[in-house]
């Protein structure tokens, strides 16, 4: 059994930074894409499901310097990220690379989180269902990546897809009924996406291209799924309808734009991409609109971006002060607080509906 690190989740008062207009890891990056840090999923035995709290005791990080936004051309500075900040419960990834489990936190209190999971091998990616009272995820628990479904106790534990080959992002729709996902059974460079009920039954193709389509997001009316694709040369960002039909391009950047994610309101999509250098950098983009929106601008890789039940902030990874922690950042006011602060890897969060 693996030590379960402590994490220490503070809510102090949120301090602002500065942002411009100018201008991360995937956990299946394609051949062109790879920002994060690398999780390795290799084969092992199945074992008997664990859910266990953590009890070590806590510790109190210091604040850690980053990099703030600045003006197209300008020179990011070094300030520090503040500690704490926002409320509600979130789920998420923690462990070294191919050592990842899944583990829940309540980031408006000073409780230590909570693993759902302890498995050789790796647990990644989780997303709660719309009503809260599951979370699926991908796992190489039983050999290859499977997506699993539990009760967000960590009980009840299912294999939805056991295939053979690799299934990837599941994203819940709003009403609850299916899982979308993407899925490699045409090879591993042609990642088609597919929907399914919650027992794993009636799987549905959405999408037939010779291409990488991936990390697909269902709209909050159920109308639309965003997702990313390389099937125009590089990985943009996309919208089709629910059943695949009416594909419509949002972005053409020479760079890699993906992990799309829509607002609460269904109006905008925030997205990770590297248009602008070497790093990734979070954006807002409005469907139909021109206009594309920078909303960090570091020498970090920012990426796996979510929004708040109520719209308010985003919640995203990053290593701007070292190793991939949480954070939350406030569109308003370009404030940015650090969530976690481990001496391993948090990555791929999701915010509790």
């Known amino acids: 059994m693996r030590r379960v690190i402590p994490i220490l989740a503070l809510v102090f008062s949120s301090l602002a930074c500065t942002v411009g207009v100018a201008p991360r890891g995937i956990l299946t990056p394609p051949p062109t894409f790879a920002p994060l840090p690398t999780q390795t999923l290799s084969p092992s035995p199945t074992s008997p ?26 020179t990011p500075t070094t300030v520090p990220t503040p500690l704490g900040g926002g409320s509600g ?41 719309p009503d809260g009272q599951r979370i699926v995820f991908v796992s190489n628990r039983d050999g290859d990546r499977d997506i699993y479904l539990m009760d967000a106790d960590g009980g009840n534990l299912v294999n939805l897809t056991n295939n053979g080959v690799a299934d990837d992002e599941p994203g819940w729709s709003p009403d609850g009924q299916f899982i979308v996902f993407s899925f490699d059974r045409d090879g591993a460079n042609n990642r088609e996406l597919y929907r399914m009920r919650l027992d794993g039954t ?58 799309p994610a829509w607002s609460r309101d269904g109006t905008e999509l925030v997205f990770a991409s590297d248009r602008d250098g070497q790093t990734f950098d979070l954006y807002r983009l409005t469907p139909g609109a021109a206009a594309v929106q920078n909303l960090t601008n570091n020498r970090a890789q920012d990426g ?17 002060d070292g190793d991939y922690e949480l954070y939350l950042l406030d569109p308003a006011t370009s404030g940015v607080t650090r969530v976690t602060n481990n001496v391993i890897n948090d990555t791929s969060p999701d915010w509790k509906p």
């Open 49 to 74: 499901l664990s859910v266990t709290a953590t009890s070590q005791p806590a510790f109190t990080p210091e604040a850690t310097s980053t990099s703030a936004p600045t003006a197209a051309g300008g």
């Open 89 to 129: 419960q979130i789920v998420f990834n923690s462990g070294k690379p191919g050592e990842e489990d899944i583990f829940v936190l309540a980031i408006s209190s000073l409780a230590q989180p909570i693993n759902l999971t302890n498995e050789i091998g790796s647990d990644v990616t989780p997303r709660w269902s």
């Open 202 to 259: 009636d799987v549905v193709r959405l999408t037939n291209d010779l291409a990488q389509d991936q990390f697909p997001a269902y709209s909050p009316d159920g109308a639309q799924i965003a997702f990313a694709s390389n099937r125009d040369g590089n990985l943009e960002i996309y919208v089709m309808r629910a059943d695949g039909a009416q594909v419509q391009r949002l972005t053409e950047e020479p760079g890699t734009d993906t992990y």
């Open 304 to 320: 796996s971006p979510v929004y708040s039940p109520d719209g308010a902030l985003i919640l995203f990874d990053s290593n701007r």
